[in-house]
């Protein structure tokens, strides 16, 4: 048997169970579905990484966490107490 090309497949399970219970919308492979800041269906969940894309890359899933986290900052109060 003779390859030009092999590609190791690793596969993923998507954990979204806590955050469907909590309400968040997931499609149909259970990825949640977010906005473009990373926020899922339920105000204040956020999401990032395998559980948001297909796409199972840690850049991708550091690239959803910075999103988010600038989202979460800006809608934090001032000062709080």
């Not at 977010?34 to 926020?39: A, F, G, K, L, R």
Request: hydrophobic letters at 45%; charged letters at 15%.
């Amino acid at each position: 048997m003779c390859f030009d090309v092999l590609y190791r497949v690793l596969g993923c399970d998507v954990r979204s169970g806590l955050a469907v219970d909590l309400g968040a919308a997931a499609g149909a492979t259970g990825c949640l579905e977010v906005d473009e800041h990373q926020c899922t269906s339920v105000s204040g969940i956020f999401a990032a990484g395998d559980v948001v894309s297909d796409l199972h890359q840690i850049a991708v899933g550091a690239g959803h966490a910075a999103v988010a986290a600038t989202r979460i900052h800006k809608i934090l109060p001032a000062h709080p107490r």
